[in-house]
């Protein structure tokens, strides 16, 4: 359960995010909410985005989000 809601917390901030600004602060409390639950899982991908933050908030420099599936025209 926690696993699913860390992994869903982190995916919707890439999904979703389209500024630095935003990305910065969305992933600095999912750090710190994985760091407060111990969850140790996520230790790995949590050091690596606290010492490569920089690179990967290049990932947001006018990033377009990505669409939600619209469920009314899926069959």
Same mark, same amino acid.
């Given at each position: 359960?926690?696993?699913?809601?860390?992994?869903? $917390?982190?995916?919707? #901030?890439?999904?979703?995010?389209?500024?630095?600004? /935003?990305?910065?602060?969305?992933?600095?409390?999912?750090?710190?909410?994985?760091?407060?639950?111990?969850?140790?899982?996520?230790?790995? %991908?949590?050091? /690596?985005?606290?010492?490569?933050?920089?690179? %990967?908030?290049?990932?947001? #420099?006018?990033?377009?989000?990505?669409?939600?599936?619209?469920?009314?025209? $899926?069959?």
């Amino acid at each position: 359960m926690v696993y699913d809601v860390c992994l869903f $917390q982190l995916r919707n #901030i890439f999904n979703t995010t389209t500024s630095i600004e /935003t990305a910065y602060t969305k992933l600095a409390h999912w750090y710190k909410n994985v760091e407060n639950k111990g969850f140790r899982t996520f230790n790995t %991908i949590a050091n /690596t985005i606290a010492l490569n933050y920089r690179s %990967i908030l290049n990932y947001f #420099i006018k990033k377009v989000p990505m669409p939600r599936p619209n469920r009314s025209t $899926q069959k």
